[in-house]
């Protein structure tokens, strides 16, 4: 069995179980739990662990997509989660800046810890307040054209599997350069 | 879209550092908010203009008039004379009064700094909120003619910062380490500390370390390597340490990766074969 693991990790209220939702051909494997804390201003629930969907490509070949917590009390879930990925998005919502050094701190946490192909997904861009995806790389300190900073609606099929297919050609361009 | 946040959630330090190095141009306006427990504190504006990410002027009022009042309440030069002398309508009120010798060199320097002088004390307030607006025209009846980069300005309000309340969520953490970013050099004076603490940024040794072997408050060290982030020569990164051994995680992470466990650390995941990814990248593509 071929199985392509993708990590999709970002703050609180990213999108991120949506993103995962919304493709996945099985039920969403979820942890997500009524938010007690500060986090329940944004959402009222939240994963605590990780969620799993799952993609069937062929009868041996499966896309599993992991979804990392947001919270910071849960920050060991990332390296768990990381390791064996293949790639990962990293999603950012727009229209929340107060999340952008958290975002920033997640996206370093994994750049050490891996090179594998990733791609940032910049979400909620319809929002009022929004920021432009420029000012967000800014924020990420993201300055290097090799880093790919995309808009993705999580709540739109269409607009998941396409950031999807862009993670999967930049992972195939990596393979060849490899 | 414009850039718009509160203090507490993006401090202005980090906005001045994304208006740096994203070059911008335009209007920063913030508005200060009243302290709760201060029956003196009241909320006022300010207007911080940009150009190119240097800043090139800043006022507390939108009349045009702040610029000519500093001079004249200065009396080195009346109303009137400036009036007569400010002729060109596209070119910077000091440099304008210079070049007709009405200013000197040295009174646009004060003047200008003035001007940096308050953008200085707005990193000291605590309740703010801010928006950036990139469509506002040239305010050539503020300017002196003269700019500095926003990044120096950030480097001096913090280093004379006294409240760092505002921005404790913005420091990084005690026990996370600094790695220099490659070919960043720096492009602004390093005071001795900031060279000390840049000399540790290998990824390797905690905040807390760095203040240990240079025998100084953790709070200096974290701030010091706070400006150096600003500055683009550093990234706050996680030790890398050894993670325990786990061998059985939650259900869920056992079913996504069953060898954790007993992985090597580094170990690269496995790759999958060429024939899936061109399978995958189909079945993607008829999705969209």
């Not at chain 1, 992991?66 to 727009?94: H, S």
């Not at chain 1, 994994?110 to 997904?121: A, E, S």
């Amino acid at each position: 069995m071929e199985i392509l693991r993708v990590v999709i990790t970002g703050a609180v209220g990213s999108g991120k179980t949506t993103f995962i939702r919304n493709i996945s051909e099985i039920d969403v494997v979820d942890t997500d739990k009524r938010a007690t804390d500060e986090t329940s201003e944004i959402k009222l629930r939240t994963t605590v662990a990780l969620d799993f969907g799952r993609l069937t490509i062929a009868p041996n070949q499966s896309l599993h997509l992991y979804g990392t917590p947001g919270q910071e009390r849960f920050e060991f879930m990332w390296e768990i989660l990381i390791k064996k990925a293949n790639a990962y998005i990293l999603l950012v919502d727009a229209h929340r800046p107060e999340s952008l050094r958290y975002s920033r701190r997640i996206l370093n946490f994994m750049k050490r810890q891996t090179q594998i192909p990733m791609l940032i997904g910049v979400t909620h861009t319809d929002c009022e307040e929004a920021w432009e995806i420029n000012d967000i790389a800014l924020a990420l300190g993201v300055v290097k054209e090799d880093t790919t900073i995309m808009k993705v609606n999580a709540n739109d099929k269409n607009s998941v599997f396409i950031m999807l297919l862009k993670l999967v050609e930049k992972l195939a361009e990596s393979y060849q350069y490899s | 879209m414009s850039l718009s946040s509160s203090f507490n959630d993006f401090s202005l330090a980090e906005l001045f550092q994304l208006i740096d190095q994203g070059k911008k141009s335009g209007c920063l306006t913030v508005r200060t908010l009243p302290e709760l427990n201060s029956a003196e504190s009241k909320s006022e504006n300010y207007y911080i203009w940009f150009n190119q990410g240097r800043v090139v002027a800043a006022t507390s009022r939108l009349s045009g008039q702040c610029l000519v009042s500093r001079i004249t309440q200065r009396n080195w030069a009346s109303r009137v004379e400036i009036e007569e002398n400010a002729t060109l309508a596209s070119m910077p009120l000091g440099l304008s009064l210079k070049i007709q010798g009405i200013l000197s060199s040295e009174q646009l320097n004060l003047l200008f700094a003035g001007q940096i002088q308050q953008i200085r004390q707005l990193f000291e307030i605590q309740k703010g909120v801010f928006k950036f607006d990139s469509k506002i025209n040239v305010p050539w009846r503020e300017m002196t003619g003269l700019s500095l980069r926003a990044i120096e300005v950030v480097f001096m309000a913090l280093r004379v910062l006294k409240n760092w309340e505002v921005l404790e969520d913005a420091l990084p953490d005690k026990n996370n380490a600094i790695q220099s970013i490659p070919e960043s050099k720096p492009q602004i004076p390093l005071s001795p500390l900031e060279w000390h603490v840049w000399e540790f940024a290998k990824g390797n040794v905690s905040l807390q370390g760095i203040a240990n072997q240079l025998n100084q408050p953790i709070e200096l060290i974290r701030q010091a390597s706070f400006r150096l982030i600003l500055a683009g020569l550093v990234e706050e990164v996680p030790l890398i340490k050894l993670s325990p051994e786990i061998e059985d995680p939650m259900d869920l992470s056992v079913m996504a990766f069953s060898n954790y466990g007993r992985q090597k650390r580094n170990e690269q995941p496995l790759q999958v074969s060429t024939a899936f990814l061109q399978n995958l990248v189909g079945f993607l593509r008829s999705k969209t």
